[in-house]
């Protein structure tokens, strides 16, 4: 997300997907300011760059992966956490452990 220097969101943009990224519409989901501002070029010009499908690939940081990324993440442990009895409204309905070894029905 994009903002101007006064705070008002000016554009999103999601990197990501089957072309690389994605921009939504300048301003949207808001309506444009009375005066929109005219100073947007920079923000503009990094937008552009940003949904450029080579210049992300040039980007790109994990060019040099391990040979064997599952025994390199091995030796890593993450918390993992679902849910927080503290704020109740963090979007967990319900969760349940599994050991995955059922197939699922075709």
Do not use: C
């Amino acid at each position: 997300m994009f903002f101007l220097p006064d705070a008002t969101f000016y554009h999103e943009v999601r990197v990501g997907g089957p072309t690389g990224s994605n921009a939504g519409g300048k301003w949207l989901p808001f309506n444009p300011p009375a005066t929109p501002s005219t100073r947007t070029a920079q923000l503009d010009e990094l937008i552009a760059l940003l949904t450029n499908p080579e210049a992300l690939e040039a980007q790109n940081t994990l060019s040099n992966l391990p040979t064997n990324i599952a025994a390199d993440l091995a030796q890593y442990s993450f918390p993992f956490k679902i849910g927080d009895a503290d704020r109740p409204f963090d979007g967990v309905v319900n969760y349940w452990h599994s050991d995955n070894t059922r197939q699922a029905s075709q």
